[in-house]
């Protein structure tokens, strides 16, 4: 095994093969709370870890930070410890009409605008979510009356001039990122953040299941300017829609 950033041991997994991962540390609490007999297992860096249970299995909960390289650590030392389902429990902007704040974004597949899966596969390999976490999700949100939108995601190694807002300091944005919201739009992709794809391409290239449900803050056809009870909500739902998959995964076929 190698380096622990995660300063988690594997008796503290407790035989989990199911992991959801928010970004934040702060949302860790939040998901294994609706989940059973949540308890804190590690905080180091920003991976902090806790485990729960549903219906008597195992379940951890980590965040991974923000990124595709921060996310690739937690899924490989996740991975080493046994986890072999990783679902991404996150918040995203929406770049289609229709997508309201609240909604949930189900991810089929994810545009690789980030750099961290090429260590993993050439580009040309797809980042796709695995069929049977997707129906999951599809499920877990029916079950909670969440609105969601199925479909592919683009995820940037940035949060600025890869998303198309300009830098903060300058206000210059490369020539060639100019333009690409419409050009992402048009090709229907439904929202941008910054980890689904590393998380499919690690995962498919591994033999191991991912999939990725994400809260929707904000429309970028509307506005630019977050509200903080749009991202509660945000968070609540993708949170619900997560651990009732969570639920399903996490019991093996009959």
């Not at 991962?21 to 609490?29: E, F, T």
């Not at 951890?60 to 679902?87: H, W």
């Not at 100019?178 to 048009?186: E, Q, V």
């Not at 191991?208 to 803050?217: E, N, S």
């Amino acid at each position: 095994m190698g380096v622990n950033h995660l300063g988690v041991e594997p008796a503290q997994l407790a035989g989990a093969t199911l992991a959801l991962l928010p970004g934040d540390p702060a949302r860790v609490g939040l998901i294994a709370a609706m989940l059973d007999d949540p308890a804190a297992v590690a905080e180091e860096r920003e991976f902090t870890t806790w485990r729960a249970t549903v219906s008597g299995r195992p379940v951890i909960v980590t965040s991974t930070g923000i990124g595709g390289p921060s996310l690739s650590i937690a899924v490989e030392e996740l991975a080493q410890l046994g986890v072999r389902t990783f679902v991404r429990v996150g918040t995203t902007g929406a770049i289609q009409e229709g997508i309201a704040p609240g909604d949930v974004v189900i991810t089929t597949g994810a545009v690789r605008l980030e750099g961290a899966s090429r260590h993993f596969a050439p580009l040309e390999y797809p980042a796709g979510a695995d069929f049977g976490v997707v129906g999951a999700l599809i499920e877990g949100a029916a079950a909670n009356d969440v609105p969601f939108h199925l479909g592919i995601t683009a995820s940037s190694d940035t949060f600025y001039p890869g998303q198309e807002r300009r830098d903060t300091y300058r206000g210059y944005l490369l020539p060639s990122l100019a333009g690409s919201l419409d050009t992402w739009r048009s090709l229907g992709v439904l929202n941008l953040e910054m980890e689904a794809a590393t998380l499919f391409v690690m995962c498919a290239s591994m033999g191991l299941r991912a999939g990725a449900v994400c809260g929707v803050i904000l429309n970028r056809l509307e506005t630019e300017s977050l509200s903080e009870g749009a991202k509660a909500m945000a968070e609540q739902n993708a949170a619900l829609v997560g651990t009732s998959a969570g639920a399903i995964l996490a019991t093996p076929a009959l």
